[in-house]
Nanobody
Framework: QVQLVESGGGLVQAGGSLRLSCAASGRPFSTGCMAWFRQAPGKEREFVATVNWSGLSKLHADSVKDRFTISKDYHRDTLYLQMNSLKPEDTAVYYC?????????????????WGQGTQVTVSS
């Protein structure tokens, strides 16, 4: 059974940094794709970044490129999202997602498993 548990969210001032973690169990972590999405109030869920099973192929949304970095730690079965130079428009609930597929999608429909989300609030 796949379980994803996010942590690391919080309140930070604009320009600050946060690192989100997603503790994963189950097959998708080692053989499939994992991703971060976010959803702001009144908006649709938005793709942030994805990484493939090897950790070598990554894709970041244009809105976060050069500020956010997705990574995996195989020893801890953990997915990370390092977020730097945060902006108020980054405020959202951030979700960890996983799927057994090796074709990593930037669409939420491409992921079977989801965490409960962690709130990130960036003040101006």
């Amino acid at each position: 059974q796949v379980q994803l548990v996010e942590s690391g969210g919080g309140l930070v001032q604009a320009g600050g940094s946060l690192r989100l973690s997603c503790a994963a169990s189950g097959r998708p972590f080692s053989t499939g794709c994992m991703a971060w999405f976010r959803q702001a109030p009144g908006k649709e869920r938005e793709f942030v970044a994805t990484v493939n099973w090897s950790g070598l192929s990554k894709l970041h949304a244009d809105s976060v490129k050069d500020r956010f970095t997705i990574s995996k730690d195989y020893h801890r079965d953990t997915l990370y999202l390092q977020m730097n130079s945060l902006k108020p428009e980054d405020t959202a609930v951030y979700y960890c997602a996983a799927d057994p597929s090796r074709d990593c999608s930037d669409q939420s429909s491409g992921y079977k498993y989801w965490g409960q989300g962690t709130q990130v609030t960036v003040s101006s």
